[in-house]
């Protein structure tokens, strides 16, 4: 199947800092990008959709001045963790799908775990 | 709006028994139901999807799963648990309407050698 990458793997940062993610897809065009959160135990929360070259689209509850996503390429998608609180503290996931059809597969990245101490 | 439930957090099986791991959906149209793995501080692995056609959809990994529309299920089975099939286990569904998965709140999958 089709490869996503994310870097860093992992990334402490002191409060107030920011931290940027980043998703690769790594022999695919991924005209969409999803960006994921999942606490310890629970399951993915959906943050935000991302098309290329356009503005990324938001669930509801997710600040998007605190967790800016830019998708600049058909692959590469960052996410920015910006003055990053304990809180934020999580598992990031993104994941990648190609084409405009709802039924292809999304395929996803290892995650990067963040903590804020 | 579109759900998925598991109804089990856990799920215990002893090698070389079968396996079942339960999912339900709620969408407004047809749906699309995809099943997912997770090992340990990895991304999720996709595993199958249903879209249209049999009803029983064959997998990776030896993986198939029933789509039953009039109990609005997805279950995800397996004839013969191997100890490394032992991960988190991710329901999903996708409203043809919607770009996004909804996640399902994941079965842990425990096989005891």
């Known amino acids: 199947g089709a490869v996503v990458s994310q870097h860093p793997s992992w990334v402490i940062c002191k409060s107030g800092t920011s931290v940027k993610i980043e998703c690769r897809s790594l022999?695919?065009?991924?005209?969409?990008m999803f960006w994921y959160r999942q606490f310890p135990k629970q399951s993915l929360m959906l943050m935000a959709t991302?098309?290329?070259?356009?503005?990324?689209?938001?669930e509801q509850g997710v600040e998007k001045d605190k967790f800016l996503i830019n998708h600049a390429s058909l692959t590469l998608s960052t996410l920015t963790v910006t003055s990053a609180h304990p809180e934020d503290s999580s598992f990031y996931i993104c994941?990648?799908?190609?084409?405009?059809?709802?039924?292809?597969?999304?395929?996803f990245g290892p995650g990067t775990r963040l903590t804020v101490l | 709006a579109q759900s998925v439930a598991q109804p089990e957090d856990q799920v215990n099986v002893a090698e070389g028994n079968p396996l079942t791991v339960k999912c339900t959906y709620s969408?407004?149209?047809?749906?699309?139901l995809f099943w997912y793995v997770q090992y340990p501080n990895r991304g999720l692995q996709f595993l199958l999807k249903?879209?249209?056609?049999?009803?029983l959809v064959k997998g990776s990994y030896g993986f198939e799963a029933e789509f039953n529309k009039s109990q609005t299920s997805f279950h995800l089975k397996k004839p013969s648990a191997l100890v490394s099939d032992s991960a988190l286990y991710f329901c999903?569904?996708?409203?043809?309407?919607?770009?996004?998965?909804?996640f399902g709140s994941g079965t842990r999958l425990q096989v005891q050698p």
């Open positions: 994941s990648a799908r190609t084409g405009q059809n709802s039924y292809n597969e999304q395929f």
């Open positions: 022999d695919f065009q991924a005209t969409t």
């Open positions: 991302s098309n290329e070259g356009s503005k990324a689209t938001y």
């Open positions: 969408v407004s149209g047809n749906p699309y």
């Open positions: 249903y879209i249209t056609g049999d009803n």
């Open positions: 999903a569904v996708r409203d043809p309407g919607r770009r996004a998965l909804t």
